[in-house]
């Protein structure tokens, strides 16, 4: 039981780091818009991640509508 609340936890965290990244990568916050710019937050998508000692984690990895935030927290999937 307490491996699945670490799980849990480790998971939440990254996705909230990786949201963090996205909103300085782009200089505003969710549902924040720019007149010049068409750049913005575009939802997320889950991926799963296995953290040895931890097991799976599930996280939800955000993207940007032009497709140029690039994650680093995690490996790309081969």
Not at 14 to 33: C, G, S, V
Request: proline fraction near 4%; glycine fraction near 6%; hydrophobic fraction near 30%.
């Amino acid at each position: 039981m307490i491996r699945f609340d670490i799980r849990e936890t480790v998971g939440e965290y990254l996705t909230a780091m990786m949201n963090a990244k996205l909103t300085h990568f782009l200089e505003r916050k969710p549902y924040e818009r720019h007149s010049q710019e068409i750049n913005h937050h575009n939802g997320s998508y889950t991926r799963d991640f296995t953290l040895k000692g931890i097991g799976e984690v599930q996280m939800k990895v955000p993207r940007d509508r032009k497709g140029k935030f690039t994650i680093q927290v995690m490996p790309r999937s081969k």
